[in-house]
């Protein structure tokens, strides 16, 4: 069975910008989650997905957002790029029925300059 | 509130165990998680624990859990170089969501 699949692997963007991450979760899963990890604040919880729904949010400006499409597929969206949004944005699934067990993909590694 | 703290930094030498440590203040919590991070590479989840056992062993992975101090450790046996990674520590207070993490642990282990 795949692994949770992000894309692109690396991107690089200028402030201002915005920039989409693409998360694709293990097959069967219906629950998709978002993590900002950075040096200073660590691993942070931005979003969970569930079927096509946002259950949880975390606490990020609302220039950070998402989506999940039928498929279960995620996108999350980041606006107005700041230098301070440089970060890993890992995403997670799990079946979300009673799925304790979360699996992270490799993350996207965005540099904002 | 939710708070979850690790000891930075630990360094063993290959075949000691490891022992990696955390605390957590959220009595609520129903799960607890032990993820690995090898360099540029994303989470792997290496085992949990419900809130409401004390003890789960997998292999060469130990976890202890003292609900009463709020302390969940790690032990690693026979600590191999491929161990030298980043271990988080992770409360949830709903089956896998919203993980809230320690800042990690550093384990370096010495040939």
């Known amino acids: 069975k795949a692994g949770v699949t992000q894309t692109p692997r690396y991107l690089i963007k200028t402030r201002g910008q915005q920039v989409t991450l693409s998360c694709s979760p293990i097959?069967?899963?219906?629950?998709v989650s978002w993590y900002q990890q950075t040096p200073g604040q660590g691993l942070q919880f931005l979003f969970e997905?569930?079927?096509?729904?946002?259950?949880n949010k975390g606490n990020f400006p609302g220039r950070f957002s998402g989506r999940q499409f039928s498929n279960s597929r995620s996108e999350m969206n980041v606006s107005t790029l700041e230098l301070g949004d440089s970060a890993l944005y890992l995403c997670?699934?799990?079946?979300?029925?009673?799925?304790?067990?979360?699996?992270f993909g490799s993350g996207t590694q965005l540099s904002v300059l | 509130g939710e708070d979850v703290e690790q000891s930075l930094f630990l360094s063993v030498r290959e075949g000691d165990s490891s022992v990696i440590n955390c605390t957590y203040t959220?009595?609520?919590?129903?799960?607890l998680y032990w993820y690995k991070q090898e360099p540029g590479a994303g989470l792997q989840l290496l085992t949990y624990?419900?809130?409401?056992?004390d003890m789960k062993q997998d292999q060469r992975l130990t976890v202890l859990l003292n609900k009463k101090d709020k302390h969940l450790s790690l032990r690693i046996a026979d600590t191999q170089t491929g161990d030298s990674a980043i271990y988080f520590c992770?409360?949830?207070?709903?089956?896998?969501?919203?993980?809230?993490f320690g800042a990690g642990t550093i384990l370096r282990v010495k040939s």
């Open positions: 997670a699934s799990r079946s979300g029925q009673g799925g304790e067990k979360l699996f």
């Open positions: 097959s069967g899963h219906r629950s």
């Open positions: 997905y569930f079927s096509e729904t946002q259950r």
């Open positions: 959220d009595s609520s919590s129903t799960y």
């Open positions: 624990i419900f809130s409401n056992m």
């Open positions: 992770a409360e949830s207070k709903e089956y896998g969501n919203k993980l809230v």
